[in-house]
């Protein structure tokens, strides 16, 4: 149990355009999903916690307007890079914490973006 | 928010006991310790969390002394497949959610 998926698991995109990856608990519901940005050698960086049917909450220096998050249902979560650029280029994965219990986080496989 | 302090590298060989301890000074009443092994290109994996004493499972044993300002995640006998990145983290609840701060990490190589 407590599987997370992403889509896709990679994407190579054009520089200007917009990529939406999309994280799922398959077997619990979710009333939590994190987005963390990971660059290649460096830790896992927390860019914004999101809530079933409420704005996400975003970390200090993330753009919001560029990092556009929705929590539609218990078992779904989008992120869309708008207007990606260069440095947009990085390791994105998601998290979904299980409603109840003792508040495990649960990792995504993560989707590799890179823009050209 | 808790911060916990890792060593960066550990090196093993294989059939070997690894002991990994982690730091958390600050850590709150109400927060859990739990560890998570990340492989390059993926997500994190949870392998264990405790509150207190010692917690053991399938893969790894977790000891949290009674001050609770340290962790140790012990991985019996390791083979070169545990040769990862192991981090630490500090459960902080806010408004009902745990929020996870990523330290840097023990990158562990487990050697033939």
């Known amino acids: 149990g407590a599987v997370v998926s992403q889509h896709p698991s990679r994407v190579i995109c054009k520089s200007g355009t917009s990529v939406k990856i999309e994280c799922r608990s398959l077997?619990?519901?979710?009333?939590?999903m994190f987005w963390y940005r990971q660059f290649p050698k460096q830790s896992l960086m927390l860019m914004a916690t999101?809530?079933?049917?409420?704005?996400?909450?975003?970390e200090q220096g993330v753009e919001k307007d560029k990092f556009l998050i929705n929590h539609a249902s218990l078992t779904l979560s989008t992120l869309t890079v708008t207007s990606a650029h260069p440095e947009d280029s990085s390791f994105y994965i998601c998290?979904?914490?299980?409603?109840?219990?003792?508040?495990?986080?649960?990792f995504g496989p993560g989707t590799r973006l890179t823009v050209l | 928010l808790a911060k916990t302090t890792q060593p960066i590298s550990m090196d093993s060989y294989e059939g070997q006991e690894v002991n990994i301890t982690c730091s958390h000074n600050?850590?709150?009443?109400?927060?859990?310790i739990t560890w998570y092994q990340q492989f390059p290109s993926q997500g994190p994996r949870f392998i264990i969390q405790?509150?207190?004493t010692k917690v053991t499972n399938e893969v790894a044993s977790l000891f949290i002394p009674a001050d609770r300002k340290s962790s140790t995640l012990s991985l019996p006998r390791v083979s070169l497949s545990d040769t990862a990145v192991y981090y630490c983290l500090v459960g902080a609840f806010s408004g009902g959610y745990n929020k996870l701060i990523f330290g840097a990490g023990t990158r562990l190589a487990v050697h033939p």
């Open positions: 600050n850590i709150a009443t109400n927060d859990y």
């Open positions: 405790g509150y207190k």
């Open positions: 999101s809530n079933e049917g409420s704005k996400a909450t975003y």
């Open positions: 077997d619990f519901q979710a009333t939590t």
């Open positions: 998290s979904a914490q299980r409603a109840g219990g003792t508040d495990t986080q649960y």
